[in-house]
């Protein structure tokens, strides 16, 4: 599935964030978003995943194609490893979790209460639910954040692989990662005004 994001304005706490921006994501490519600290990289994002309209502009590619893996891990601390994969599995239609487990070397924490992990161990249990939603189009906030070398590597096979099946993924990420894939540089695109323009989304914080 292709996402296509045309001319969008895009506010934050109703005040603008970027403006005219455009750009296309085709599946089995992928899209590194770049720009310096409060450039507009997670608003990008949130509006794509749909956790926040655009101010102006269009978005298409269904919403419900999208798995979107934020800054919060969004983990159950009170359920295990595998009870929070078998979780977001059943929300999503699906049953199998062992790719998931085997991609982020999971199978010794499976058992373990989510809250009790570390933050690395946090963030590859967050990135592994992506394996269990059967979205298509992955939108990724800061991924590695917390990973230690041999899991960035984990990380990067996974994204490899879901291109590799046909799956994209947009991302804003300062590592390089050794994919082959496009970069945005969204600087040129901020808005250079401090006007408010709507509501806020203090809901969201
Ligand atoms: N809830 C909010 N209310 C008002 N302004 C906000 C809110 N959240 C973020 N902002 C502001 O919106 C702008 C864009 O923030 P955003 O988080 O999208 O940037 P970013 O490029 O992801 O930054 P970073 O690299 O630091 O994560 C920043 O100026 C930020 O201070």
């Known amino acids: 599935m292709t996402l296509k994001a045309s001319n969008l304005t895009l506010a934050r ?4 964030v970027l403006t005219g921006l455009s750009f296309v994501l085709e599946p089995r490519a992928a899209l590194i978003l770049r720009g310096p600290n409060g450039a507009g990289k997670t608003t990008l994002l949130r509006t794509i995943a ?3 309209p655009a101010v102006e502009g269009e978005i298409s590619g269904a919403a419900d194609q999208i798995a979107y893996a934020g800054h919060a891990d969004g983990l159950k601390a009170m359920l295990t490893v595998r009870e929070n994969l078998m979780f977001w599995a059943q929300v999503f239609g699906r049953h199998d979790i062992t790719p998931a487990l085997d991609a982020y070397a999971l199978h010794p924490l499976a058992d373990r209460l989510a809250g009790t992990l570390s933050a690395g161990q946090k963030r590859r ?3 592994s639910r992506l394996l ?3 979205c298509p189009i992955w939108v990724l906030d800061e991924p590695t954040v917390s990973l230690d070398t041999d ?3 984990m990380f990067a096979a996974a994204v490899r692989a879901h ?3 046909g799956g994209s993924a947009l991302m804003a990420t300062h590592i390089d990662l050794g994919l082959e894939a496009d970069v945005i540089d969204i600087t040129p695109y ?5 006007l408010r323009v ?3 989304d203090e809901a969201f914080l």
């Open 125 to 127: 249990l967050g990135l």
């Open 163 to 165: 291109l590799a099946q």
């Open 190 to 194: 901020r808005a250079m005004t401090t």
């Open 13 to 16: 706490g109703g005040v603008p």
């Open 50 to 52: 749909g956790l926040q």
């Open 132 to 134: 269990v939603t059967g």
């Open 151 to 153: 899991a960035v590597a």
């Open 198 to 200: 709507g509501a806020s």
